[in-house]
């Protein structure tokens, strides 16, 4: 399965298909299975992850592929 990267209107990534989650040092964070969802305001308390922080601050991300 091929790794899909969606970008959620005014909310995070969703990143499905077998994604392996890293941080700077390398270090794997735990795979679930399910999709993963990555923040993109930069509030979230759980970062790399979503935890719904961008509703409470307005965060606006309506790209658009061309």
């Given at each position: 399965m091929?790794?899909?990267v969606k970008?959620?209107?005014n909310g995070p990534l969703e990143i499905s298909g077998g994604v392996t989650v890293l941080d700077h040092r390398g270090k794997e964070y735990a795979d679930t299975?399910?999709?993963v969802?990555?923040?993109r305001c930069g509030?979230?308390?759980s970062k790399p992850y979503c935890?719904?922080?961008h509703?409470?601050?307005g965060f606006k991300a309506?790209?658009?592929a061309g």
């Open positions: 091929a790794v899909t970008g959620l209107k299975g399910e999709p969802y990555l923040c509030q979230s308390k935890d719904g922080s509703t409470g601050v309506e790209e658009t």
